[in-house]
């Protein structure tokens, strides 16, 4: 299957300071590249799409200002949580969308970055 | 809009035994796909299977495979010969195959299943 990365694996940093993070695809190319967050023992949601060359789409209640989102190739989006403070403590995942899959459009998922703001 | 309802938090097997977890559906949109992702402790998601609502057979992949039943609107993922491996969060996921809502996936709650030896 399709591999993606996500860099750092572990952050912690202090409050006030901003993190990035960064998704590639490894051996495919995602034209869109999705962010999750997820608390302990709950599911995923969805922070934001990342379309190649354009805006994200955030959903609602998520801060644009805050979670900065950067698609620039086919092949890394980065995630930036600016004036980080505790309560943005969380697993972080990434996912993309292989075009080359189009009947399916399976997204495969980075393996998660664990951040902890002290 | 999409929802998936996962009933079971958790569920528990025996190693070698099958294994089903459940997975219901609501959505309007006639084309839309179904996903089931395997999450150990580890925290990466793993893609098992796939799905698509106009597939005339249920999807296999090894030792899994999916119950499809489109009139009941569920997709329950079944484990076959169960492993100690086989631990993990499980969760199962929709998208609408449209294009409409831009590719997201809907996911549901989520069921820890936990292999005895």
């Known amino acids: 299957g399709a591999v993606v990365s996500q860099h750092p694996s572990r952050v912690i940093c202090k409050s006030g300071t901003s993190v990035k993070i960064e998704c590639r695809s490894l051996?495919?190319?995602?034209?869109?590249m999705f962010w999750y967050r997820q608390f302990p023992k709950q599911s995923l949601m969805l922070m934001a799409t990342?379309?190649?060359?354009?805006?994200?789409?955030?959903e609602q209640g998520v801060e644009k200002d805050k979670f900065l989102i950067n698609h620039a190739s086919l092949t890394l989006s980065t995630l930036t949580v600016t004036s980080a403070h505790p309560e943005d403590s969380s697993f972080y995942i990434c996912?993309?969308?292989?075009?080359?899959?189009?009947?399916?459009?399976?997204?495969?998922f980075g393996p998660g970055t664990r951040l902890t703001v002290l | 809009a999409q929802k998936i309802t996962q009933t079971q938090p958790g569920m528990f097997v025996q190693e070698k035994e099958a294994v089903t977890l459940d997975c219901t559906y609501d959505?309007?949109?006639?084309?839309?796909?179904l996903f089931w992702y395997k999450q150990p402790s580890s925290g990466e998601m793993i893609f098992l299977i796939y799905?698509?609502?106009?597939?005339?057979q249920n999807a296999t992949e090894g030792r899994y495979s999916l119950n499809f039943q489109k009139a009941r609107k569920s997709a329950n993922l079944v484990i076959s010969a169960s492993q100690l491996g086989d631990s993990a969060m499980y969760f199962c996921?929709?998208?609408?195959?449209?294009?409409?809502?831009?590719?997201?996936?809907?996911f549901g709650k989520g069921t820890l299943l936990t292999v005895n030896p």
């Open positions: 959505t309007s949109d006639p084309s839309y796909g």
């Open positions: 051996d495919f190319q995602a034209t869109t």
């Open positions: 799905q698509g609502s106009y597939d005339q």
């Open positions: 996921a929709m998208r609408d195959l449209l294009g409409g809502s831009n590719y997201k996936l809907t």
């Open positions: 996912s993309a969308r292989d075009v080359e899959e189009p009947s399916t459009d399976t997204q495969y």
């Open positions: 990342s379309n190649e060359g354009s805006k994200a789409t955030y």
